[in-house]
């Protein structure tokens, strides 16, 4: 019996995003290490951080509210930068099957 290999066409589209410092620097590291099939987004509110970022996407949250210099530790501020960004984040995340989070949970963002 003869099997057909089937190519799929319809492979999920899946996005990683890493929030914050702890977040970014996990993408870092798998961008590093070449993991392959996904696209990689940074989102912090630190102007700086996202300068180091390897992503190809980068969200600056809150650029009104922080003005690029991050949440200070404080995570409400972090919350409201997010509400303010929440359209370009729609935008990156918005066409994806399926979307991995990371975050270190130690800070603002």
């Known amino acids: 019996m003869d099997f057909l290999e089937i190519e799929r066409e319809d492979n999920a589209l899946i996005k990683v995003i890493g929030v914050g410092g702890g977040g970014g620097n996990a993408v ?30 980068k969200i600056q949250l809150g650029d009104k509210l922080t003005k690029g ?24 995340l918005g066409d994806c099957d399926m979307v991995f989070v990371t975050a270190g949970m130690g800070g603002g963002t």
Do not use: C, W, Y
Not at 32 to 47: E, L
Not at 69 to 92: F, H, K, T, W
């Open 28 to 57: 870092n590291n798998m961008i590093k290490a070449a993991m392959q099939g996904v696209t990689f987004i940074a989102a912090n509110t630190d102007m700086q951080a996202l300068k180091h970022s390897k992503a190809e996407f």
């Open 69 to 92: 210099l991050g949440a200070g530790a404080n995570p409400d501020m972090g919350r409201d930068a997010a509400l303010e960004s929440q359209s370009q984040i729609r935008d990156v």
